[in-house]
């Protein structure tokens, strides 16, 4: 078995602090961190120049400019494999890394391990953002994935995926390994600070929904949901990053009608990326978050709130029920969904009034969000420490050297 003190790990995203908008770049900060601690890592990220020692930052070719997004993205990912020499193991995270991966395992002859946080196939409303650049987003992924040495799945719903979306892997290259949270940053602050700036009412109970406004995060379905929640629920969407101009239209109106429905203050929305810092303290004065994904590998966000001590209602989809225990740490809304990749609900009107139920239930027994949102934090401070993730990676990395 390789010495860990020997290996040099290239980690290869397009996310990287401070360009931080999804799980993924979430799960590189602190995964990056703590092999720190255990091996030699070298970070190769998309954008602007870090100032941080190891992480290089690779701008789009300027030959590319005004180019398809995906093609824009190779043309990163060619400059990315080729800092990597030197790398005794190289290791890509989602599509957008995942051809630098590939292209480094070939021109430097180092093992290639892919983590998958989500899978191409199973998003094709992403046909609506990219165009012509989705068939490139897939012929990446696919290629990285069936050629890898090793692939880490967020979960066993993720590793499942990985066997159905592509069937010539064999599962003995899978690995299961947990996205972690950080308990010492995410922690419950009982600061009023931010939810009085936000507009949010202690006094009332609160839903909160936080992520971006894209078809897997199933924002539409929970605003009509909300529709059905107690007169005196307060509903706080920290909702932004459109994928594209129709769905942001969507939303858009959704939220109209829902204000139009309730009390002028029942609708807080916050539409740009809030601090760490900020979500933290809306997490914790929420009675409830809700997680209302179609397509979720694992759901960063839900360990997220967990830490915050915030009971949570999410959908039985995905990696979701290996994160949230149902009954314990909150709730679960069961989907029977399409089998066509895109994760749409197969009756949509029940979704929405399961999904509305379930909300309900939480809202009207405060000691039970109480009692879930204790359990939840002792979960993730016992099952999900990056530490524990970091030492699981590493004997990845070993089992293909």
Not at 28 to 53: I, K, N, S
Not at 105 to 128: C, F, I, N, Q, Y
Request: negative net charge; contains cysteine; proline residues 6%.
């Amino acid at each position: 078995m390789a010495d860990a003190s020997s290996l040099r790990v290239d980690l290869l995203t397009r996310e990287y602090p401070p360009e931080v908008y999804g799980g993924a770049g979430v799960h590189l900060e602190y995964l990056a961190r703590d092999l720190r601690r255990l091996t030699d890592v070298r970070v190769h990220c998309f954008g602007a120049p870090r100032t941080e020692e190891g992480v290089t930052a690779y701008p789009e070719p300027a030959e590319l400019a005004g180019g398809n997004a995906a093609l824009r993205t190779m043309g990163v990912n060619l400059a990315m494999a080729s800092g990597c020499e030197g790398a005794s193991v190289v290791h890509s995270h989602t599509w957008y890394a995942n051809f630098a991966g590939h292209t480094a395992k070939l021109l430097h002859g180092v093992p290639h391990v892919v983590t998958t946080h989500s899978l191409e196939p199973l998003r094709p409303w992403k046909a609506e953002q990219l165009g012509g650049g989705y068939a490139l987003s897939s012929f990446c992924e696919r290629t990285a994935i069936e050629h890898a040495d090793a692939i880490i799945a967020v979960s066993g719903g993720m590793r499942r995926d990985v066997l159905k979306a592509y069937p010539s892997v064999h599962p003995d290259r899978i690995h299961v390994v947990y996205n972690g949270i950080d308990t010492a940053l995410y922690a419950p602050d009982h600061g009023t600070d931010v939810v009085d700036r936000l507009g949010i009412d202690r006094n009332r109970p609160s839903v909160v929904f936080v992520g971006r406004i894209t078809r897997q995060k199933g924002l539409p379905y929970l605003m009509r949901a909300c529709h059905d929640l107690p007169a005196d629920t307060q509903i706080i969407l920290l909702a932004g990053a459109p994928d594209t101009p129709e769905i942001a239209a969507e939303v858009a109106a959704l939220a109209d009608d829902l204000r139009a429905a309730r009390d002028p203050d029942g609708v807080v929305w916050v539409s740009e990326m809030l601090p760490k810092h900020e979500v933290i303290q809306v997490l914790t004065h929420a009675t409830v978050f809700v997680c209302p994904s179609v397509y979720e590998p694992m759901g960063i966000v839900n360990l997220e709130a967990m830490a915050c001590e915030t009971a949570v209602v999410a959908t039985a989809t995905g990696g979701i029920p290996e994160v949230v225990a149902d009954g314990e740490t909150g709730l679960l809304v069961p989907i029977e969904q399409v089998e066509d990749g895109t994760g749409t609900p197969v009756h949509p009107e029940k979704f929405v009034a399961d999904l509305a139920a379930t909300l309900t239930k939480v809202l009207r027994d405060p000691q039970l969000a109480e009692q879930m949102g204790k359990a939840g934090r002792r979960r993730a401070v016992e099952h999900f420490s990056w530490a524990r993730i970091a030492e699981d990676t590493l004997n990845v990395y070993r089992s293909v050297l």
